[in-house]
């Protein structure tokens, strides 16, 4: 009788443990799927202030500078992005949006590497009205946001 009652309280434990590895095991990799999907946003004075690391993917958006839209070689662009204060030249390898034009707002994901954004997606405003919460409180804070008179 005392063996079974071993027995018992051995498998117990061995049921524990491997559930706390099991555990521990999925937090690691939710963990490690979170990474990349956790992109902060910066304005472009934040960036020029503060200058990510090369591998870091992170958000930057303001509206793009008159003038400064490039088309080089298939569907590379460069452009600029400002939110009154600082300008950081972009550079987007892709199809753009369509309503994606100058002086208006745009938010891009990308790594920011010498000097450049290395955007891999563009997203721009969806219409006449709209632009990014993100975008709007960066201009704001440069003075540079006009209220739309609707």
Known sequence: MAGLKSLKKTRRIQIIILAFVALALSTGLIGYALQ??????????????????????FRMGGLVSDGSIVRGQGETVSFSVTDGAETVPVRYTGVLPDLFSENQGMIGTGTYVEGVFEATEILAKHDEEYMPKEVVDSLKETGVYVEPDY
Do not use: K, T
Not at 39 to 50: G, T
């Open 36 to 57: 990349d999907g956790i992109n902060y946003y910066r304005s472009p004075s934040e960036v020029i202030a503060e200058p990510p690391r090369a591998d870091e993917v």
